[in-house]
Every structure is written in structure tokens, then in C-alpha cells.
């Protein structure tokens, strides 16, 4: 699977966009983009994924670039819930379905 | 909530003992995935079964084992436990083994404490 690079901290007032970018340079063309989230400890959260086309779905937007070698991922009107640590993940669709996670983005959202 | 149950939420034990940690997943998922996430470590893949059988191993010690039931609930056994082996454990489940886009959905995790 591909590596993924993030910043490793952000912050974002509440109620505004959160955009959290992902770097994927060797991404190849059967990998998807998946992002999830962690809350303080708690289980992983699976936000969205897509190929290469923009998705959206009622927690977030992702945006891939069309050579697929970035995407960012958008909180559209972030809450103080939203803290967490943001994974950017990219995967083959064959060989199993292992998630390998690196190091994330630490999202802070403030008041 | 994932739907995905995990058990127990705490567990503390001494060095050298077994454990084991139980999963249920989410109704009419096949496959369950366990991860390790430690402070130095990270969330790390350890093994995944799908419908009752081994699909997939990640770095997974040899201490440490698991299954797929019939019911299709799962145990991840560790024994001879050390010190490093403290961290919290996940299980996840999806409804394939692999193929286009079968998103995961984590349980609470049990944190174990080894002492």
C-alpha cells in the first residue's frame, strides 16, 4: 500500500472549514483513498473514501486531485466533536483489507 | 455506536499471564480484523479471519493467537504477557475479506495494562 505523508497538527475555529490535506505521491491506480478519525482513545471512525472522483457523504467531502497524488479531506462546518486525529489511509482493493495507519493530523478545533 | 462489541473494556494483569480478548461484529459481517495501538507504536494490524478462517497477518507475535468462531465472534489470546504488550486492542469488521471498498467498522477497544 502506498505511503501517506500529513501535517501533524491543525487548528480550526468552530464552525468554519476544516481542510486536512494528505499527500500520496505513489499511490497507484487500484488504490483507494479512505479516511478515518479517532476520537481521544476511542475505536477508529470511518469518515469516507474514494477512487478519483470527489465524494461527498454527510460527514465530510474529499476532494483527490486528478493525478490522484494529493486529497484533502473537508470538515465543512467543524464543532469542537470534531477534535480528533484524522488518518489519511490509501489501500489495494485486493490482498485483504488491512488498514495501515500512519501517524494522522491532530485536529484541534476551538472556540 | 459501530455495532462492533468488544470485551472486557479494562483488563489488568501481571507479567507472564494469558488473556483473552473477546469480538462480535457488526451483524453480516464475515470479517474481523484486530489492531494493536500502543503509545510508540502506533495502530498496528494484527490478524484478520474472515468467515472462520486465517486471511491475513500483519505483525503479530508469536505469543499471541486468535480465532473466528462459528457464530463468527472472535478471540484474540495473548499469553506470556510482558510489559510491552500494555496498549489498546481493536477489533474491526467488514462485511468481505477484500475487494473494491469495504470500509471498516472499529469496536471500543479493551485496554490492557500489564503490570
Known amino acids: 500500500d502506498a505511503k501517506t505523508t500529513q501535517p501533524p497538527s491543525m487548528d480550526c475555529a468552530e464552525g468554519r472549514a476544516a481542510n486536512l490535506p494528505c499527500n500520496h505521491s505513489?499511490?497507484?491506480?487500484?488504490?483507494?483513498v479512505y479516511w478515518y478519525r479517532q476520537i481521544h482513545s476511542q475505536g477508529p471512525q470511518y469518515i469516507i473514501h474514494?477512487?478519483?472522483n470527489n465524494e461527498t457523504n454527510e460527514m465530510a467531502s474529499l476532494i483527490i486531485t486528478e493525478d490522484r497524488k494529493s486529497s484533502t479531506l473537508i470538515l465543512p462546518h467543524a464543532t469542537l466533536r470534531d477534535t480528533a486525529v484524522y488518518y489519511c489511509?490509501?489501500?489495494?482493493?485486493?490482498?485483504?483489507?488491512?488498514?495501515?495507519f500512519g501517524t494522522g493530523t491532530q485536529l484541534k478545533v476551538e472556540l | 455506536d459501530s455495532g462492533v462489541t468488544q470485551t472486557p473494556k479494562h483488563l489488568i494483569t501481571a507479567t507472564g499471564q494469558r488473556v483473552t480478548l473477546r469480538c462480535s461484529p457488526r451483524?453480516?459481517?464475515?470479517?474481523v480484523y484486530w489492531y494493536q495501538q500502543s503509545l510508540d507504536q502506533g495502530l498496528q494490524f494484527l490478524i484478520q479471519?474472515?468467515?472462520?478462517?486465517?486471511?491475513a497477518k500483519g505483525n503479530i507475535l508469536e505469543r499471541f493467537s486468535a480465532q473466528q468462531f462459528p457464530d463468527l465472534h472472535s478471540e484474540l489470546n495473548l499469553s506470556s504477557l510482558e510489559l510491552g504488550d500494555s496498549a489498546l486492542y481493536f477489533c474491526?469488521?467488514?462485511?468481505?475479506?477484500?475487494?473494491?471498498?469495504?470500509?471498516?467498522?472499529f469496536g471500543p477497544g479493551t485496554r490492557l495494562t500489564v503490570t
Open positions: 474491526a469488521s467488514s462485511v468481505a475479506a477484500s475487494g473494491r471498498s469495504y470500509e471498516q467498522y
Open positions: 505513489t499511490i497507484s491506480g487500484n488504490e483507494y
Open positions: 474514494g477512487l478519483k
Open positions: 489511509i490509501v489501500r489495494a482493493t485486493g490482498g485483504g483489507n488491512k488498514l495501515t
Open positions: 451483524s453480516g459481517d464475515l470479517s
Open positions: 479471519y474472515y468467515n472462520g478462517e486465517e486471511r
